[in-house]
């Protein structure tokens, strides 16, 4: 198989799986993910979408952060739009970091807090605006962001090398 076929078939499919082991672990997990004191939110999405967007071509990760945004927003939100913007912009941020950054677990660690982060903020930002929440800013903090970017950093330490290998394996010529 062709490069150009490897990347429109596998990384996809990974994604796919990724955004099905979202809301499986979220179900499994809903007693100890969603406590009164915290709530954690696995972005299995996200990590693979960052890990890729370091290793396959701008191009083919753009199309797939929208694809796979709308397919979240429809499946997990129910309002397009909010995944549809933030998951191209996490793709595109990070296409302009790897131009400047090595592509290593320190790294990549360290982009995943800020990219958790900066959907996090965003996602929140965007249900406080249309009032579909009302926890305020310090709440947030202490009970969503905190555990979450925890969750997802512990995540991205499970998944790190298994994906950058598929990557890489996805992307030689």
């Not at 400047?100 to 660690?109: A, D, K, M, Y």
């Not at 962001?145 to 998944?159: A, D, E, M, Q, R």
Request: glycine share 4%.
């Amino acid at each position: 198989m062709t490069r150009k076929g490897r990347i429109s078939v596998f990384i996809p499919l990974i994604l796919f799986l990724a955004l099905l082991l979202d809301g499986t672990l979220a179900f499994i997990f809903s007693a100890h993910f969603y406590t009164a004191t915290d709530i954690y939110v696995p972005r299995l999405i996200l990590l693979c979408l960052l890990v890729f967007a370091f290793y396959a071509p701008r191009k083919n990760m753009i199309l797939f952060s929208i694809l796979f945004g709308l397919l979240y927003d429809s499946y997990y939100v129910g309002i397009l739009g909010i995944y549809v913007a933030l998951f191209p912009l996490v793709v595109y941020f990070v296409d302009k970091l790897k131009k400047i950054l090595n592509p290593n677990f320190i790294v990549l660690s360290m982009l995943t807090i800020i990219m958790v982060s900066m959907l996090e903020f965003s996602v929140y930002g965007f249900y406080h605006m249309l009032e579909l929440t009302t926890m305020d800013m310090s709440l947030f903090l202490a009970k969503r962001l905190g555990p979450t970017l925890l969750l997802n950093l512990l995540l991205f330490f499970i998944i790190y090398y298994p994906l950058k290998k598929s990557a890489l394996a996805i992307v030689k010529d």
